[in-house]
């Protein structure tokens, strides 16, 4: 039997390729799972539609499980699935986040003493963005240099640069030390 170009010599008919499969899926699910949350809480606050959209891109991936393991980054893959079905959503529902600037400005002056704060403060300034700039500026908190973040939203990397530096901006006229352009030395 031949599965993706290997052979595979069992008598049980696949079977030990379908649980290494299983398990692979299980072991990514875990892990993935809670990343790719904590991610699209910094692009939208109602967890409940998060979790939605991360349980719909999950179910697609075990579909396509064994073409998507085989990917260079399956999350990223994931991740990107769940963040166009939270969006498709979002603009289904006409959801408009709707904050009390004055009030947000005050929480967000106070020091954050744990990195569960420093996370909680992030999402709550990047929830005051319009919603390309916060995907834009929640893959650049994971790190992501600009041209891997024009490859996961499909922009040009100076598309990517502009909302950047607009975030940045818009950042800052809020009080908020972002931090994301002194420490990284990258252009935005």
């Known amino acids: 039997m031949s599965r993706m170009g290997l052979a595979v010599v ?6 030990a390729w379908e649980a290494e499969l299983s398990t692979s899926y299980e072991v990514f699910y875990r892990e993935a799972c ?38 260079d980054v399956p999350m ?3 991740r990107k699935v769940a963040r166009r079905h939270l969006n498709t959503v979002i603009e289904q529902r006409g959801n408009r986040i ?40 929640a893959l650049v908190f994971d790190q992501y240099t600009d041209r891997e973040i024009a490859l996961e939203l499909d922009l040009q990397v100076s598309t990517v640069q502009q909302y950047k530096s607009k975030a940045h901006s818009t ?8 931090g994301s352009r002194s420490d990284r030395g990258e252009k935005s």
Not at 171 to 178: F, T
């Open 10 to 15: 069992s008598d049980d008919g696949g079977a």
């Open 34 to 71: 809670p990343v790719i949350i904590r991610h699209l809480l910094r692009v939208h606050p109602d967890r409940g539609l998060i979790e939605d959209a991360v349980h719909e891109a999950f179910i697609v991936a075990l579909r396509k499980w064994a073409q998507v393991r085989e990917y």
């Open 76 to 78: 990223a893959w994931v």
């Open 98 to 137: 709707e904050v009390d600037l004055e009030e947000a400005h005050e929480q967000l002056r106070v020091e954050p003493s744990t990195d569960l704060e420093v996370e909680e403060l992030i999402i709550q300034a990047l929830q005051r963005l319009p919603l390309r700039q916060r995907e834009v500026m």
């Open 171 to 178: 950042l800052r006229e809020m009080g908020l030390d972002d």
